[in-house]
């Protein structure tokens, strides 16, 4: 059984800092895309940072210069580093991976199961 769990969320002041994890489990060959969304009250969930197979990272603009996503492949576990946070990075962050699955080979799709940041003034 294939998983991601999600971990490192949590209540912080602004201007404060938060790492979140997403540690997957079970019969994993290799990584392919991953990334972290978020989704707040009422609003659509969006990308707040991709990185590919290959290394290479993407970030909204909104986040740029603030957030790093990483990966530790021993480890099978990526990372998101929130820096300078502020208010409007209150939601839920999800995390999601491209995983190539033992036996075959064959890649899916997998969402974690979501944690919460809360930003305060």
């Known amino acids: 059984q294939v998983q991601l769990v999600e971990s490192g969320g949590g209540l912080v002041q602004a201007g404060g800092s938060l790492r979140l994890s997403c540690a997957a489990s079970g019969s994993i060959a290799s990584f392919g895309a991953m990334g972290w969304y978020r989704q707040a009250p009422g609003k659509q969930r969006e990308l707040v940072a991709a990185?590919?197979?290959?290394?290479?990272?993407n970030y909204a603009d909104s986040v740029m210069g603030r957030f790093t996503i990483s990966r530790d492949n021993a480890k099978k576990t990526v990372y998101l580093q929130m820096n300078s946070l502020k208010p409007e990075d209150t939601a839920v962050y999800y995390c999601?991976?491209?995983?190539?699955?033992?036996?075959?080979?064959?890649?899916?799709?997998?969402w974690g199961q979501g944690t919460q940041v809360t930003v305060s003034l």
């Open positions: 990185l590919s197979g290959g290394g290479t990272t």
């Open positions: 999601n991976a491209n995983l190539i699955i033992n036996p075959f080979g064959r890649q899916y799709n997998y």
